[in-house]
């Protein structure tokens, strides 16, 4: 498997255990291996988050905002679930389908597919169809004051936009208008 592949899958892991279990070890290496990317200033931004604390702090408050893709728009939870289980995910016990961190650790599973083609039509359509609520997530989390957070979501949606434009160009999909 391609190591490029490994390192998508393993960012879409390290939020989902942010978003999940409030740990930001992988967090904090992701971002100083990124510092030299074209997401440096993203990971900087969070690194400097990190270092004032100020991350660590605010996710002792993130249960003040919603992580469920339901309360920002219409979810047939159900349907979720049946698509989870139909790729080969199942969900683990007391753990929503709408959750942000489920949906990036199937996003992240979705990265690791043997079959390249079949593993970006997926990534593709769940990028596409699912995850256009985080922009909301995104705006709850700034009128809470929790910047720290934002940015990190912020430092997430740019990576899904890129990675969905990859995904598209790989598929020759069209940007719709």
């Not at 978003?19 to 200033?41: A, G, I, V």
């Not at 990675?163 to 208008?177: C, D, G, N």
Request: glycine share 4%; net charge negative; proline share 2%.
């Amino acid at each position: 498997m391609e190591e490029g592949i490994k390192g998508i899958a393993f960012f879409y892991n390290t939020f989902s255990e942010l978003f999940l279990t409030k740990d930001y070890y992988y967090l904090n290496q992701l971002c100083e291996n990124m510092t030299t990317s074209d997401y440096s200033e993203h990971a900087l931004r969070i690194l400097e988050h990190i270092n004032s604390r100020r991350l660590p702090a605010e996710l002792d408050f993130i249960d003040e905002v919603s992580l469920l893709e339901r309360d920002y728009r219409e979810v047939d939870k159900n349907q979720l679930i049946m698509s989870y289980e139909h790729l080969g995910y199942r969900l683990e016990e007391g753990y929503e389908p709408d959750h942000i961190g489920i949906e990036l650790k199937f996003l992240a599973l979705l990265c690791v597919e043997e079959d390249i083609t079949k593993a970006y039509i997926n990534q593709y359509r769940f990028i596409h169809n699912r995850l256009s609520w985080l922009r909301h997530l995104e705006d709850a989390l700034k009128g809470k004051g929790l910047m720290a957070l934002k940015d990190c979501l912020s430092f997430l949606t740019s990576f899904l936009r890129d990675h969905k434009a990859f995904l598209m160009k790989q598929l020759r999909i069209e940007p719709s208008h």
